[in-house]
């Protein structure tokens, strides 16, 4: 039996440049499903699933935020961290111009710019995590400590439930 094909996106030339050992997992995207409706596809917890959020800061300096599928970002607490009077998710088009990725499809890996990343501390305590290959429909499974080597992020601790 084959093995569905997936597809070769920039993050995934990254992850190969840097030899990293990943599992691709495709499943069926949905508009506004988000992480719950991957999770089911996947049959994982959706704790598992890490969102790569593109915010930005006042002076509209960009960054990532990586965060659990089933929590969301104090973006009041992160902008306390980093200092700055505010953080804001940024528009779809600032997302994909400075990221190469449409929304629903963002990676941290590959990305267009060199962007800031800050991930939820929590997420390292995970034997495995599954994050977007760079395209809607398309996640990679890798260990989560790899995130520190491959994009240096620093860890937070900004993760709240949803309501």
């Known amino acids: 039996m084959n093995k569905p094909e997936f597809p070769v996106t920039p993050a ?17 995207y949905e508009e506004h499903g988000g992480t719950r409706k991957s999770a089911e596809e996947l049959g994982v917890d959706e704790h598992c699933i890490i969102k790569t959020l593109v915010m930005e800061s006042d002076p509209k300096h960009q960054l990532i935020v990586l965060m659990h599928g089933d929590r969301e970002v104090s973006t009041k607490t992160l902008a306390r961290l980093l200092n700055v009077k505010q ?42 995590i599954y994050i977007n290959g760079g395209k809607r429909g398309f996640l990679v499974q890798i260990a989560p400590g790899l995130l520190k080597e491959l994009l240096r992020c620093e860890e937070v601790e900004v993760g709240i439930k949803i309501q």
């Open 12 to 28: 995934i030339r990254f992850l190969r440049e840097h030899s990293v050992q990943f599992t691709p997992q495709l499943y069926e």
């Open 87 to 128: 953080i804001t998710p940024c528009s779809e088009q600032t997302g994909m111009r400075v990221t190469g990725y449409q929304f629903g499809g963002t990676s941290p890996f590959g990305t267009r710019q060199k962007l800031p990343v800050y991930a939820e501390k929590t997420i390292f305590n995970l034997p495995q």
